[in-house]
């Protein structure tokens, strides 16, 4: 049976967007981030003109998704969040890219990708509404 670390990071990976949170000068934020999960490993594509990227490198950051807006066949619904030490990383151009096409613009500027990687030390699921949540290895999708 997988841990609650291990179910999260295979719930994260059903999704294609998340949120990033940590601290900025002593403030919290949450930012959205287009991920990917690859050998247990969250790896994160973020607008570099945000600057996010500078206050995650180095640090703790909880990364989590959902399928709120889109529940599974069944009714499935869950949310889950990772928590671990972050680290920038140049990609390959495979891992680049299985990302998919980037965005043209970012709150009207230029998109400039920049990569990051979590590494999961804990793992929190959650699920909603009373219903079950989808077994382990259910290849499945959090959107249509």
């Not at 030490?85 to 965005?103: H, S």
Request: aromatic share 8%.
């Amino acid at each position: 049976m997988p841990t609650d670390e291990h179910l999260a990071v295979e719930l994260i990976g059903r999704a294609d967007y998340g949120r990033v949170a940590t601290s900025m000068r002593a403030l919290p934020f949450l930012g959205c981030v287009r991920h990917l999960v690859l050998d247990g490993r969250v790896l994160l594509r973020l607008h570099r003109g945000w600057g996010y990227h500078r206050a995650c490198v180095g640090s703790v950051v909880a990364y989590g998704s959902d399928n709120l807006g889109f529940p599974e066949p069944g009714g499935n619904l869950w949310s889950a969040q990772i928590v671990g030490r972050c680290e920038a990383i140049e990609p390959t151009a495979a891992q680049i890219a299985l990302f998919g096409p980037a965005p043209s613009r970012v709150d009207g500027e230029p998109f400039d990708a920049v990569y990051l990687r979590v590494e999961p030390q804990f793992g929190t699921v959650h699920s909603l509404d009373d219903h079950p949540l989808p077994a382990a290895g259910t290849p499945l999708r959090s959107r249509p």
